[in-house]
């Protein structure tokens, strides 16, 4: 389980849409291929990626394990995830990257076997100019972060990111990420949900073209699912607990979600029967 979910207490049902949210990354960011960037010290190929394994398998092992986190240890091995995907991102030239071949070469990063909660790959995420992410998970229960490059196609750099060192609320732990907008850059990231109880926490996000700006965050959600098309993002939860048994959910509740008109709204909102319970 998941310790970061491993807690009692009462859970609170969806927070509605917050403006004025903090941005989460500084100005824009340009990235180039520098030695250091593209490598541990010295070291490249092989090399490069047995220290990257070594210092993602500290990295999670700390985490766990209680120890104080090793910021610039994670900030080296975000950089060479960088260089990584950069060169993914830029050997297509101007045509559109091959993800799927790309995310196999990130795949063989991972430092752990089973990789149970570490996963390395890179997302397209819409709007008219090419956007895409990098979703970092370093093991179960993290560090996580997200990258996000911006360019043109073949020419892309670090444009922002989102951590728990940009973001202070942000929750590093066992990250993905949903484009929910073909015409717009806008992304839902989801937390956690690795405790026997899917409690996630889910952040929307518009990246505007020189940062990622928070739009809405929601409360940590059980029995929490989700899903998203062309009609927006829809996200099922438990939105009344049992008071004498908080394992237990009395009612369920999807909400679904849209951006429209620069902010990020809430549509509807609909009951659905709580989990397990006869149908009617």
């Known amino acids: 389980m998941n310790s970061i979910f491993a807690r009692g207490g009462k859970v609170r049902r969806v927070a509605r849409p917050k403006s004025g949210a903090a941005a989460v990354a500084r100005a824009f960011l340009v990235f180039t291929f520098l030695p250091s960037a593209t490598s541990f010290g010295a070291q490249r190929g092989a090399d490069a990626n047995a220290e990257f394994k070594r210092v993602s398998s500290e990295l999670s092992a700390a985490r766990l394990g209680g120890a ?76 996580a972060a997200i990258r996000i490059y911006a360019g043109v196609a073949g020419h892309f750099a670090l444009a922002a990111k989102i951590d728990h060192t940009s973001e202070k609320n942000f929750l590093d732990s066992d990250i993905e990420l949903v484009s929910v907008s073909r015409s717009e850059p806008v992304f ?50 438990c939105s009344q607990v049992d008071e004498d048994r908080p394992s237990q ?10 951006f429209q008109d620069g902010k990020w709204k809430r549509i ?10 006869p149908a009617k």
Request: hydrophobic share 35%; aromatic share 8%; proline share 5%.
């Open 249 to 258: 959910c009395l009612k369920m509740s999807q909400d679904r979600y849209q």
């Open 188 to 237: 839902v990231t989801v937390s956690g949900r690795t405790d026997d109880l899917s409690t996630g926490l889910f952040s929307a996000w518009r990246f505007d073209g020189n940062r990622a700006v928070a739009l809405w965050s929601s409360d940590l959600l059980q029995q929490s699912s989700y899903e998203a098309d062309d009609n927006g993002f829809r996200l099922a939860y």
């Open 68 to 143: 104080e986190e090793n910021a610039a240890q994670l900030e080296r091995a975000l950089t060479y995830l960088d260089s990584v995907a950069l060169s993914i991102l830029a050997a297509s030239g101007s045509v559109s990257p091959d993800l799927d071949r790309g995310n196999q070469r990130l795949a063989g990063l991972v430092s752990h076997t089973p990789p149970v909660g570490e996963n390395y790959h890179l997302v397209k995420i819409g709007g008219s100019s090419p956007v895409y992410a990098l979703v970092a998970n370093f093991g179960l229960g993290g560090p």
């Open 268 to 277: 509807e909102s609909t009951d659905l029967p709580p989990p397990n319970s």
